[in-house]
T-cell receptor, first 113, second 114 residues
Framework: KAGVTQTPRYLIKTRGQQVTLSCSPISGHRSVSWYQQTPGQGLQFLFEYFSETQRNKGNFPGRFSGRQFSNSRSEMNVSTLELGDSALYLC????????????FGSGTRLTVV | AQSVTQLGSHVSVSEGALVLLRCNYSSSVPPYLFWYVQYPNQGLQLLLKYTTGATLVKGINGFEAEFKKSETSFHLTKPSAHMSDAAEYFCAVSVSNSNNDMRFGAGTRLTVKP
């Protein structure tokens, strides 16, 4: 079956702009989590959605937001982009919250200039 | 709060040699421990996990790890390295089944020499 699909794969934005990233989970998976990966901070948890509800949230400013649709697809949005937002954003899906059996997508590499 | 330290940001081994990637954790309660692998331009793939029960955990691709509470360690090993094992490896710790408290190590890049 198809894996976790993240689009776009690469993105270049200017400071102050906003961006929306998309994640389509594995069919049947209802939990979607987002992570930010940077060389300096490593992997950090952003948020988790299950059945269109945000279940958990990491320690990120309010400029970072997300949502999940009824078909389990998820989007994350970053407003007023800063240079420090440049990172690889990873999405992971699982069949349930807390299963620890996450499948990760290949990520979206965002560069803010 | 829980944390993970991976000793050695880069490890290089010859093909066929033993792979040993070190991970030490800090946690005030019994932890859940994980090893993930990341290939270039890819997401993370779960290699193995320890939640409860047997302390020697076998994972995919011939990897295994042993939970040693007395040493607060969860080192990853593979008896014989293959060229395809070259990747970045992440150790992670959690103290609940909620991933907002999962903490990842900084990663260890494994190079396999022919």
């Amino acid at each position: 079956k198809a894996g976790v699909t993240q689009t776009p794969r690469y993105l270049i934005k200017t400071r102050g702009q906003q961006v929306t990233l998309s994640c389509s989970p594995i069919s049947g998976h209802r939990s979607v989590s987002w992570y930010q990966q940077t060389p300096g901070q490593g992997l950090q948890f952003l948020f988790e959605y299950f059945s269109e509800t945000q279940r958990n949230k990491g320690n990120f400013p309010g400029r970072f937001s997300g949502r999940q649709f009824s078909n389990s697809r998820s989007e994350m949005n970053v407003s007023t982009l800063e240079l420090g937002d440049s990172a690889l954003y990873l999405c992971a899906s699982s069949s349930q919250v807390g299963s620890f059996s996450y499948t990760f997508g290949s990520g979206t590499r965002l560069t803010v200039v | 709060a829980q944390s993970v330290t991976q000793l050695g940001s880069h490890v290089s081994v010859s093909e066929g040699a033993l792979v040993l990637l070190r991970c030490n954790y800090s946690s005030s309660v019994p932890p859940y421990l994980f090893w993930y692998v990341q290939y270039p331009n890819q997401g993370l793939q779960l290699l193995l996990k320890y939640t409860t029960g047997a302390t020697l955990v076998k994972g995919i691709n011939g990897f295994e790890a042993e939970f040693k509470k007395s040493e607060t360690s969860f080192h990853l090993t593979k008896p014989s390295a293959h060229m395809s094992d070259a990747a970045e490896y992440f150790c992670a710790v959690s103290v609940s089944n909620s991933n907002n408290d999962m903490r990842f190590g900084a990663g260890t890049r494994l190079t396999v020499k022919p």
